[in-house]
């Protein structure tokens, strides 16, 4: 059975990950910190997401069919894979608190003023863990069959809002110093293509596919700009007061109100984006977990997130307010090891990977020249040969072969 998922699915996730923790509070938290400079913020950290993403290609390309967690081992050993997959387990896991602290705040605003959080989490955990027990390429296609539906929604947002546009925002107001800030505050809102990495081996990519699947990535990352941009357009000095940007620039749009409930657009907008990442990062969560725990299966690791989610929600976190806390203080500290210190760990190996590449392709060039009738390069893929020179090497193989074709020939007379 194929459990590997396409290129086009890759694609679609990738634009779920990008947009749902970005289109409601960051662009208000933003401007507290730099103002519409907010804009620039997210551009560079869009900027360094790419690195890790193309990282992330190097890897994969070095390694198409190895999980990650083999390949680590390969060149770390297991006490510090286990140490890496425990950071990203933890990453993953706060990654889903606060996508489903912010949608739920505002599905609890939108839909029923009194508490409601029992109800929410009922309604939230039975279906990602479902999406974690079918597996990546079952919850990948349901995400395929609505991510035309949810797009559509997010752009028909978009459109609907510039009727309220009123001028083009002023920029480059912010101090260098408050840029830092703003840079270092909300990184944990980013860092998502970190996901790609621990299912490396279920995804098809290949070199010739790499413009289209940066296709998708831009195209999510043009729609998080533009609502960006749209958003502080409306507001402008008063973007500080509103949390949930892709329904409240709808609000606001007088020329629409004979439609009637325009938010009811931007409702299933957060509630589909904000659903299918909480599944992406369950699935993350998951997929540590067994790799920590290797002879647990993907069972356990959905009771045990069940279990840490009811009681870090409802004892560390509880509230809203809480989870932007922490997303300000140290979560974003912690999401710099887990997402740039620990992507600068897998360039270092695919780049060791490609230099073996690039030895035993040359032996095999060099060998074809004096009469080899091999493929070294296929013969031995991932084999060590640092410690032989390629004269060496080439010496050695030759001579096998002689001694094979000589012991042909004497069967042959025989």
Same mark, same amino acid.
Not at 125 to 151: C, D, K, M, Q, W
Not at 230 to 252: E, G, K, P, R
Not at 378 to 407: D, P
């Given at each position: 059975?194929?459990?590997?998922?396409?290129?086009?699915?890759?694609?679609?996730?990738?634009?779920?990950?990008?947009?749902?923790?970005?289109? $409601?509070?960051?662009?208000?938290?933003?401007?507290?910190?730099?103002?519409?400079?907010?804009?620039?913020?997210?551009?560079?950290?869009?900027?360094?997401?790419?690195?890790?993403?193309?990282?992330?290609?190097?890897?994969?390309?070095?390694?198409?069919?190895?999980?990650?967690?083999?390949?680590?081992?390969?060149?770390?050993?297991?006490?510090?894979?286990?140490?890496?997959?425990?950071?990203?387990?933890?990453?993953?896991?706060?990654?889903?608190? $606060?996508?489903?602290?912010?949608?739920?705040?505002?599905?609890?605003?939108?839909?029923?003023?009194?508490?409601?959080?029992?109800?929410?989490?009922?309604?939230?955990?039975?279906?990602?863990?479902?999406?974690?027990?079918?597996?990546?390429?079952?919850?990948?296609?349901?995400?395929?069959?609505?991510?035309?539906?949810?797009?559509?929604?997010?752009?028909?947002? $978009?459109?609907?809002?510039?009727?309220?546009?009123?001028?083009?925002?002023?920029?480059?107001?912010?101090?260098?110093?408050?840029?830092?800030?703003?840079?270092?505050?909300?990184?944990?809102?980013?860092?998502?293509?970190? +996901?790609?990495?621990?299912?490396?081996?279920?995804?098809?990519?290949?070199?010739?596919?790499?413009?289209?699947?940066?296709?998708?990535?831009?195209?999510?990352?043009?729609?998080?700009?533009?609502?960006?941009?749209?958003?502080?357009?409306?507001?402008?000095?008063?973007?500080?007061?509103?949390?949930?940007?892709?329904?409240?620039?709808?609000?606001?749009?007088?020329?629409?109100?004979?439609?009637?409930?325009?938010?009811?657009?931007?409702?299933?907008?957060?509630?589909?984006?904000?659903?299918?990442?909480?599944?992406?990062?369950?699935?993350?969560?998951?997929?540590?977990?067994?790799?920590? +725990?290797?002879?647990?299966?993907?069972?356990?690791?959905?009771?045990? +997130?069940?279990?840490?989610?009811?009681?870090?929600?409802?004892?560390?976190?509880?509230?809203?307010?809480?989870?932007?806390?922490?997303?300000?203080?140290?979560?974003?500290?912690?999401?710099?090891?887990?997402?740039?210190?620990?992507?600068?760990?897998?360039?270092?190996?695919?780049?060791?990977?490609?230099?073996?590449?690039?030895?035993?392709?040359?032996?095999?060039?060099?060998?074809?020249?004096?009469?080899?009738?091999?493929?070294?390069?296929?013969?031995?893929?991932?084999?060590?040969?640092?410690?032989?020179?390629? &004269?060496?090497?080439?010496?050695?193989?030759?001579?096998?072969? &002689?001694?094979?074709?000589?012991?042909?020939?004497?069967?042959?007379?025989?």
């Amino acid at each position: 059975m194929n459990r590997t998922i396409s290129l086009r699915q890759t694609g679609m996730l990738c634009v779920m990950m990008i947009l749902a923790n970005k289109i $409601l509070l960051l662009p208000s938290l933003l401007y507290k910190t730099v103002k519409t400079d907010g804009i620039f913020v997210v551009i560079t950290l869009f900027l360094i997401d790419l690195l890790v993403l193309g990282t992330f290609i190097k890897l994969k390309l070095a390694y198409p069919d190895q999980k990650l967690r083999d390949v680590l081992e390969k060149h770390i050993g297991k006490i510090a894979t286990k140490i890496i997959y425990t950071i990203f387990l933890v990453f993953f896991l706060f990654k889903v608190f $606060l996508t489903f602290s912010i949608a739920f705040m505002y599905l609890k605003q939108q839909v029923y003023q009194d508490e409601f959080t029992i109800i929410a989490i009922i309604a939230v955990l039975p279906v990602i863990n479902h999406a974690v027990l079918s597996g990546l390429r079952t919850f990948s296609r349901t995400i395929e069959l609505f991510y035309y539906i949810a797009i559509g929604f997010f752009m028909t947002c $978009l459109i609907i809002a510039l009727g309220s546009f009123k001028q083009t925002p002023s920029f480059f107001v912010a101090q260098p110093g408050d840029f830092g800030l703003a840079l270092i505050k909300n990184v944990f809102s980013f860092g998502d293509y970190i +996901f790609l990495f621990l299912v490396m081996d279920k995804i098809e990519l290949e070199k010739k596919d790499i413009k289209k699947f940066l296709k998708f990535v831009f195209f999510g990352i043009f729609l998080v700009i533009a609502l960006f941009f749209i958003y502080y357009s409306i507001y402008q000095v008063t973007s500080f007061m509103h949390n949930y940007a892709i329904a409240d620039i709808l609000t606001i749009t007088v020329e629409f109100n004979a439609i009637g409930r325009l938010d009811i657009v931007a409702m299933v907008t957060i509630m589909l984006l904000s659903l299918f990442q909480m599944m992406i990062f369950h699935y993350a969560f998951s997929e540590c977990f067994v790799s920590i +725990f290797t002879k647990l299966n993907k069972i356990f690791s959905v009771v045990v +997130f069940d279990v840490l989610f009811l009681v870090v929600y409802f004892i560390l976190i509880g509230r809203y307010e809480v989870m932007v806390t922490y997303v300000e203080t140290w979560l974003p500290y912690f999401a710099m090891v887990a997402d740039y210190l620990i992507a600068i760990i897998f360039f270092i190996i695919s780049c060791i990977k490609n230099e073996k590449s690039q030895k035993n392709r040359k032996i095999t060039e060099k060998m074809q020249e004096k009469g080899y009738k091999g493929d070294y390069l296929t013969e031995n893929e991932g084999e060590e040969t640092s410690e032989k020179s390629v &004269v060496e090497t080439i010496e050695i193989v030759l001579g096998n072969q &002689v001694k094979r074709e000589e012991k042909e020939n004497s069967g042959v007379k025989n």
